[in-house]
């Protein structure tokens, strides 16, 4: 099944392109980058990647015409989209991130960013996630507790907690870590950069399709 399956990388031109793209070789799709000249977009799995400025990457989605594409695409049956780091934030409501900008609206809510009065900003290394309770998650239950990469500043804080799927603790503070709606998946960490259990959430996306 996997072999058979077309995924699709935005280019945002601020993120770490080539390491996803490989991992999704890796895994065994069939991976192609999504640029504005991209006609077809006949995807099972669209991924929206993305590290650095919030508005810069609104402003691509909006000149590249990918916000009619990215909804377009979650129109049609069994069909997923994943964010990644800025690329899950992008998906929310609004952020605050130099000033109030406006995302993709698909998960009510907005980005925030991480009090730095007690802890070092950005958040970067290794961390673990915890399983929210009563949710609706969407890996393997063996990856809980299991320590993922992490790069940022701001975080996101969803509306509805039903879309929270687990929480992560920085020095005493609890940011929600991944989230769920319908099929729509993201996560704060970067399962590219995470080894084999990264690679693993990658690998079971299409559970979902």
Same mark, same amino acid.
């Given at each position: ?31 192609? #980058? =999504?640029? /504005?000249?991209?006609?077809? @977009?006949? %995807? +099972?799995?669209?991924? &929206? ?79 673990? #996630? =915890?399983? /929210?309770?009563?949710?609706? @998650?969407? %890996? +393997?239950?063996?990856? &809980? ?65």
């Amino acid at each position: 099944m996997i072999k058979n399956l077309k995924v699709g990388i935005i280019n945002l031109e601020i993120h770490n392109l080539f390491s996803i793209y490989e991992a999704c070789k890796k895994i065994g799709y069939k991976t192609s #980058i =999504i640029q /504005k000249s991209t006609k077809n @977009y006949n %995807f +099972d799995i669209i991924i &929206l990647p993305g590290v650095g400025s919030y508005r810069f990457a609104m402003k691509k989605i909006s000149q590249e015409n990918f916000k009619y594409e990215i909804n377009n695409h979650l129109q049609k049956q069994n069909k997923i989209l994943f964010g990644i780091c800025l690329g899950m934030q992008l998906l929310f409501t609004k952020s605050e991130e130099f000033g109030y900008t406006k995302g993709l609206d698909i998960i009510p809510g907005e980005v925030i960013k991480i009090d730095n009065r007690s802890r070092r900003v950005p958040h970067t290394g290794w961390n673990e #996630i =915890i399983l /929210k309770k009563k949710t609706d @998650y969407f %890996f +393997d239950k063996t990856l &809980l507790k299991k320590k993922f990469y992490f790069t940022h500043s701001y975080y996101c804080k969803p509306k509805l907690q039903k879309h929270v799927c687990t929480t992560t603790n920085y020095l005493g503070f609890n940011f929600c870590s991944s989230i769920k709606k319908e099929n729509v998946i993201a996560t704060q960490f970067h399962p590219e950069k995470s080894g084999a259990e990264g690679l693993k959430i990658i690998k079971d996306l299409p559970k979902f399709i």
